[in-house]
């Protein structure tokens, strides 16, 4: 299994913490980054999965508990939304999307050129394993408490 390079998981941080100032008018801090090549998710959690493809492969699995979710896309849509309906779920998709395109333009300004799948969409008790790369995860925080955790497995 590939080491973890911070090269490769920078560009993805940078762009959450810009999508969600300029998309959502939120501050975020990054938590503690960890190594999890075990990812285990509760049944109260939505995640939203993307593919990479290009110079880097991999996928990127960001995961919320239902109550940010709500949150995020209640912000989104600015009307509160009180349960994980199609509507919560496209805009949660498409926060991934605007993330993961920030993150193709960051990588791009350095010379590499990803591109992104469209996002697959998951909910309840699932876990997944990989031995492709190394996967880290660095939780988001906004709000003191609100988490969004970003699942980076890519290599170069």
């Known amino acids: ?4 390079n911070a090269d ?8 959450s913490t810009k999508v969600l100032k300029d998309m959502v008018m939120l501050d975020a801090k990054l938590g503690k980054p960890y190594l999890n090549n075990n990812l285990t998710f509760s049944a109260d959690s939505l995640l939203i999965m993307l593919g990479v493809t290009g110079e880097m492969k991999g ?6 508990r239902n109550d940010v979710a709500l949150d995020l896309a209640s912000k989104m849509c600015m009307m509160p939304l009180t349960e994980m309906s199609d509507l919560a779920q496209s805009a949660i998709c498409e926060l991934c999307n605007m993330i993961l395109g920030n993150a ?12 992104i799948t469209p996002p697959t969409t998951c909910q309840g008790d699932v876990s997944f394993s990989t031995d ?3 996967n880290i995860c660095v939780p988001i925080i906004y709000e003191n408490d609100k988490t969004i955790e970003i699942n980076v497995s890519i290599k170069g």
Not at 8 to 15: E, K, Q, R, T, V
């Open 1 to 4: 299994m590939a080491a973890v």
């Open 8 to 15: 490769y998981i920078n560009p993805f941080l940078l762009a």
């Open 59 to 64: 996928q990127v699995i960001l995961c919320f």
């Open 104 to 115: 193709a333009t960051v990588f791009s300004t350095k010379g590499i050129t990803i591109d």
């Open 132 to 134: 492709y790369a190394a």
